[in-house]
């Protein structure tokens, strides 16, 4: 058997050669082979080495093979979608628009659908809703648009497939409570399941036939640092706000970010067992020869290891929900600086991760550079107006639109003068506020519609609550300054949500508070052919789809965020439009019960009974649980019902 000095001098030529090989060299040299003969154990390393640097190039394909699943599926929903919103405007059903719900909604004097809070509780809803959607319906059945229909809906006829389906539909779109000890909100079973099997794959390339004894502890260290350096190009192109991942599959950057999040701490977890692996080669090979943890610690390649992985680390711990909301400012600034410095110490820590860093990078400079400095940001003069509350600035911008090249635009990306669609964000910076201001961008959801074809110049508009920090400071400086020059990156997002209500015939949006940004531009591109004036898909007491927004605000000036005629034209427009008292004097109004009771009434109506209705809202975490869950419980029950959450907040 070999001693310990022997294990340390073949130890030091192994660390040396595993420096140089790369995975394309299977061959050992006549050196190793000589002392892989001598020494078994030695030779059982160097073979776990090279059989790792192999496969981990099978995760690459891996990758690729399941973006082709997710590009095909996409294009293939789309395809469908489209065909089924040309069936749906061909042979739908005239819907009309008012119902008897409305005519009980109290119209105050700035013409506002409140919800009457005075009426009793014997309608088996809460009062904060029953008045908005009517009792529910009597023993001896409810007349709706004047045709009297029965307690229960006809009983469903449809197969046990549908219904096992509808099921385990009403499952993956459940979304637990948030975790007690912590207060981490949970995405929904959909998501869960999805991050999980990508876990599981990076556990699977981490422990595939990989020797688990003290001897082979190098074979593991290396393995994990293999698997660290292949998973960088992907958690940048996961970050990037301009990536071919939406083009391909729809998902942008906010879908992705739940995955970049995930993966992010996985990386963080195999640089921190692959800094133990080595640690522990050192205790158990190289210590019991006098080689000390100083000199161990203070090699070139040991140290710079060590740099890019404590970078690594107060990058993972800086992203975390807690700091974000406390130092956002301070968030913005070391995400940027820890993501170059941690790319340039693995880059001359280990010379086989540099093709993976190369194109991070790459991904990193053009996403950073090229597009968000470049291509997608532009100044605009904008007017600041502080809102009745005191806490809210309205920025209001004249945009002049340029001429618009689709297929370039599509590919390239655009700016704001190319327009916007609904739903989309835009990063805004202030650089009159401060001299830390004019390096940080801050996002918040476009509130006013969306521009059409033809139109030259079009007015833009950013609702702004204060909190600590660029809020704040904003609403502070729009108190005294009436315009400012600002920077803006954008647009992004995806188009989900619109894509979800298109081929519904029956609409809920729900906002809570400043989701009022996503909720109205919503009803604007489903509507609206032109500007808010024209909404009038066709006749004004009939059309194809039907819709309601509720909107739950926290007082009652908040209203003042918006022009008041925008929700007179919406409501003449046939679009229910409930303002529930404010929360603050009245609690949390029961939405769940609004949507449960909307739906269900329209179920029971001949002219949009089994009629598909899509969901979206855009709210607090708890609000937007609420609806999900509401939602589930509708698909279980038989419903056709889907949901799209538009969180805000970064």
Request: glycine content about 8%; charged content about 20%.
């Amino acid at each position: 058997m070999d001693g310990p000095d022997d294990w340390s001098s073949d130890l030091q030529d192994l660390l040396a050669w595993s420096l140089k090989i790369t995975a394309s060299e299977g061959q050992v040299s006549t050196q190793d082979e000589r002392k892989g003969s001598s020494n078994p154990g030695l030779r059982r390393i160097i073979e776990g080495i090279l059989f790792s640097r192999r496969f981990i190039l099978s995760y690459q394909v891996v990758l690729l093979v399941l973006l082709a699943i997710f590009t095909l599926r996409h294009w293939t929903k789309r395809l469908q979608v489209h065909r089924r919103r040309r069936r749906l405007w061909s042979v739908a059903p005239v819907i009309h628009a008012s119902t008897p719900a409305q005519e009980r909604v109290k119209k105050d004097g700035d013409g506002i659908d409140h919800m009457d809070d005075d009426d009793d509780d014997e309608s088996g809803v809460s009062s904060s809703s029953s008045t908005v959607l009517g009792s529910p319906p009597s023993p001896k059945g409810s007349v709706v648009d004047g045709e009297r229909t029965p307690l229960l809906p006809p009983r469903d006829s449809r197969s046990s497939q549908w219904r096992l389906r509808n099921k385990i539909g009403a499952c993956l779109m459940y979304q637990p409570r948030p975790i007690p000890a912590v207060n981490k909100t949970l995405p929904s079973n959909q998501a869960t399941l999805t991050v999980l099997a990508f876990l599981g794959l990076q556990v699977f390339y981490t422990f595939y036939r990989l020797p688990m004894s003290i001897p082979t502890l190098f074979v593991f260290a290396d393995r994990t640092s293999l698997l660290f350096v292949a998973n960088l190009p992907l958690l940048y192109l996961f970050a990037a706000k301009n990536q071919p991942i939406k083009l391909l599959t729809g998902y942008s950057y906010e879908s992705l970010n739940i995955i970049h999040r995930r993966l992010g701490e996985v990386m963080c977890l195999l640089a921190l067992l692959h800094s133990a692996g080595m640690v522990g080669v050192w205790y158990t090979i190289l210590r019991p020869t006098g080689f000390t943890l100083a000199r161990f610690l203070l090699s070139k390649i040991i140290l710079l290891g060590l740099g890019a992985f404590v970078a690594y680390e107060i990058l993972y711990f800086t992203s975390l929900g807690s700091f974000r909301q406390h130092f956002y400012e301070l968030f913005l600034v070391l995400h940027v600086l820890l993501q170059v410095v941690a790319l340039v110490l693995v880059w001359f820590h280990h010379h086989n991760s540099r093709p993976y860093v190369g194109v991070a990078l790459a991904i990193f400079l053009i996403d950073r550079l090229v597009y968000r400095m470049i291509l997608k940001s532009q100044a605009y003069r904008a007017s600041l107006d502080v809102t009745e509350d005191g806490g809210t600035v309205v920025l209001r911008s004249e945009i002049p639109l340029a001429q618009k090249h689709p297929f370039v635009s599509y590919i390239a990306g655009a700016g704001l003068d190319k327009g916007w669609k609904a739903t989309e964000h835009v990063f805004l910076t202030v650089p009159a506020l401060s001299h830390k201001h004019m390096i940080q961008a801050h996002p918040f959801t476009i509130a006013s519609k969306a521009p059409h074809d033809g139109d030259c110049d079009v007015g833009f508009k950013l609702i702004i609550r204060a909190q600590d920090g660029f809020s704040g400071d904003l609403v502070k400086y729009a108190r005294s300054h009436s315009s400012v020059k600002t920077r803006i990156d954008g647009p992004y997002g995806s188009q989900t949500a619109l894509q979800l209500l298109q081929q519904c015939n029956l609409n809920v949006v729900v906002a809570g508070g400043s989701g009022i940004a996503v909720a109205l531009p919503l009803i604007w591109a489903l509507f609206g052919p032109g500007n808010a004036s024209d909404l009038e898909p066709c006749d004004k007491t009939k059309l194809r789809s039907k819709a309601i927004l509720i909107w739950v605000i926290r007082n009652e000036n908040h209203t003042s965020w918006l022009d008041q005629a925008d929700l007179h034209n919406l409501r003449d427009a046939g679009i229910e439009v409930v303002i529930p008292p404010p929360t603050c004097s009245h609690g949390h109004p029961d939405v769940p019960g609004m949507i449960t009771a909307w739906v269900s009434t329209n179920d029971m109506v001949p002219s949009t009974r089994g009629l598909r209705t899509g969901v979206v809202c855009s709210g607090p975490d708890g609000m937007n649980r609420e609806v999900r869950n509401t939602c589930a419980s509708l698909l279980a029950r038989g419903h056709d019902i889907d949901v799209e959450v538009e969180k805000f907040g970064w």
